[in-house]
């Protein structure tokens, strides 16, 4: 059964900080993973997914996420953190690319001091 | 993009009583919806696939005959939380797949149910 990991439960970063999420899985096959971001009254929106290929995806907002096989990570990365970015993310793994009956981790909540 | 909207957002009833949470795709057509519930300060867990036209597909562990899903067109999917109880207490988001372009799939803002 696939499985998430979501390690942090709660970051708190200054704005304009780095900031660095991380999500480990647990997939027997080719995984299809993904980044989802809530904010309170909004829907999740798909920060960034990926399927294959290069392992440094791009998505919206400035996020990055990288696929180390090796490390059976996929932690989410944006090199400058605006006040707007605090939410809840969540990293999910699929077993097909339509991310369908997706497996979600725990969540982390990301604080923003100014 | 995409939205999928849920009403109500936010719905508080007398245990013993029924409710009925419709999740709607607002700009394409979705013949495929899941239903997700999500407990305070935990992740979103599968409760069903819901397939217009068809029979939803339970996930393990999760009772068809409390959660009622029907998905009766292309754009509208509903769950009813049968003779509620306070533990059925709990933020449902549903969530629509869009094929064209890929295949993504979009979630509705959820509903807060309160089982008094």
């Known amino acids: 059964a696939q499985s998430v990991t979501q390690p942090d439960i709660h970051i708190t970063v200054s704005e304009g900080a780095s900031l660095e999420l991380r999500c480990n899985y647990s997939?027997?096959?080719?995984?299809?993973l993904f980044w989802y971001v809530q904010s309170p009254g909004q829907g999740l929106q798909l920060l960034l997914k990926y399927f294959s290929g290069d392992t440094l995806v791009q998505g919206i907002k400035g996020f990055e996420a990288e696929f180390k096989r090796s490390q059976s990570s996929f932690n989410l990365r944006k090199p400058s953190v605006h006040w707007s970015d605090a939410a809840e993310y969540f990293c999910?793994?699929?077993?097909?690319?339509?991310?369908?009956?997706?497996?979600f981790g725990t969540g982390t909540r990301l604080q923003v001091t100014l | 993009g995409a939205v999928v909207s849920q009403h109500p957002s936010r719905v508080i009833c007398k245990s013993g009583t029924s409710v009925k949470i419709e999740c709607r795709s607002l700009?394409?057509?979705?013949?495929?919806m899941f239903w997700y519930r999500q407990f305070p300060k935990q992740s979103l867990m599968l409760m069903a696939t819901s397939n217009e036209g068809s029979k939803a597909t339970y996930e393990q562990g999760v009772e068809k005959d409390k959660f009622l899903i029907n998905h009766a067109s292309l754009t509208l999917s509903t769950l009813t939380v049968t003779s509620a109880h306070p533990e059925d207490s709990s933020f449902y988001i549903c969530?629509?797949?869009?094929?064209?372009?890929?295949?993504?799939?979009?979630f509705g803002p959820g509903t807060r149910l309160l089982v008094l």
């Open positions: 969530s629509a797949i869009r094929y064209s372009g890929g295949g993504t799939q979009y």
């Open positions: 700009d394409f057509q979705a013949t495929t």
């Open positions: 997939y027997g096959a080719t995984p299809y």
């Open positions: 999910a793994v699929g077993a097909d690319g339509t991310a369908s009956k997706l497996t």
